[in-house]
């Protein structure tokens, strides 16, 4: 396939070079005859290119291209690389600067999931297991942005309520695109190797019932929109690099059963908002930086005094003066 285009480019550049017979057909960009930088090409001048895609030779296309000075338009590279698996084509952004501008846009990324995504069956898959690791939702935490902003919509349009990725260790950073999933009642990303700050925009999960980032390497501060996420029951943050103090808006979660924050970097003293956890049954924060004293209204709530007092922690003593 190579020789054909290179006989392709070179009838091409002779017709140019006796168009323009003054231009130096080593600084002058290549553009077909009657054509404009945007015009797209023949059929056979893209039956040409996709073949290389399919048989890949792409580095060897873009070599060509570098060579001839092709101006290939943005549009046909897009139509091109949307046939390579999502997984794979990303990393041809490092071939030069033009090609990076191409596969990073939302544009290509609505058309590079469009031809390998089918969105119906996705939904059956996400309906019947919670052990199926889904491989684009392992990629969805490791895509640019354009990516994660479209794969996030299509899974909002899905309904999706339910997200399984315990144990895959599959890396990345939880993105900000996931408030987009407002129907989300299952979040499960424990030991995924994640790295970065819980986005705050993860207060949008309304219906969030279930939440455990566990075992990662997450930082930062623990955002106060958790707070929004009223049905929450289950948070699970233990094993993680989080810092700062418990914010005292998690109070507000007065549903909440089971609470892991373990094993961080958190500091300060426990807010007396948290007596507010009328129904905890489980709440551990042991192996942080806090301070063991607990305020004296603490008492109010029996269960969380007992919880914290096996940890540890002790209520403050008031004296009065006689």
């Known amino acids: 396939m190579l020789p054909k285009l290179q006989m392709w480019l070179e009838k091409r550049g002779s017709t140019q070079q006796s168009c323009h017979p003054t231009t130096s057909p080593k600084s002058a960009p290549f553009i077909p005859k009657g054509a404009s930088p945007r015009t797209p090409f023949s059929l056979s001048a893209k039956w040409a290119l996709s073949n290389m895609v399919l048989s890949k030779q792409v580095p060897i296309l873009v070599e060509v291209a ?97 997200m399984f990725l315990s144990d895959s260790r599959c890396g990345g950073r939880i993105p900000a695109d996931i408030g987009t ?47 929004n996420c009223a049905p929450l029951q289950r948070l699970y943050l233990h094993d993680n690099l989080l810092s700062g103090t418990i914010p005292p808006e998690l109070g507000a979660l007065s549903q909440l059963l089971y609470v892991y924050c373990d094993n961080n970097r958190f500091q300060g003293a426990l807010p007396v908002e948290l007596t507010a956890w009328r129904n905890i049954r489980a709440f551990d924060v042991a192996g942080n930086r806090m301070s063991k004293m607990l305020d004296s209204r603490f008492a109010q709530n029996v269960i969380l005094c007992n919880l914290l007092n096996a940890q540890g922690f002790r209520l403050t003593v008031m004296r009065f003066s006689i």
Not at 191 to 196: D, F, K, P
Not at 208 to 225: D, E, M, R, V, W
């Open 66 to 162: 570098s060579i001839r000075h092709v101006l290939i338009p943005h549009e046909m590279w897009q139509q091109i690389f949307k046939w390579i698996h999502p997984r794979r084509v990303l990393k041809f952004r490092r071939l030069c600067r033009g090609i990076n501008e191409c596969l990073v846009d939302r544009h290509f990324a609505t058309l590079n999931l469009a031809t390998y995504m089918n969105w119906q069956s996705l939904a059956v898959v996400r309906s019947y297991s919670r052990t199926h690791f889904n491989e684009f939702d392992m990629l969805w935490l490791r895509w640019p942005k354009p990516f994660q902003a479209v794969y996030a919509y299509q899974l909002a349009v899905l309904r999706t309520e339910a």
């Open 181 to 227: 999933l407002n129907l989300l009642v299952f979040l499960a990303l424990d030991n995924c190797h994640l790295v970065g700050a819980i986005p705050v925009e993860i207060g949008y999960l309304r219906c969030l019932a279930h939440l455990n980032l566990s075992k990662n390497q997450l930082s930062g501060k623990l955002p106060t929109s958790l707070c």
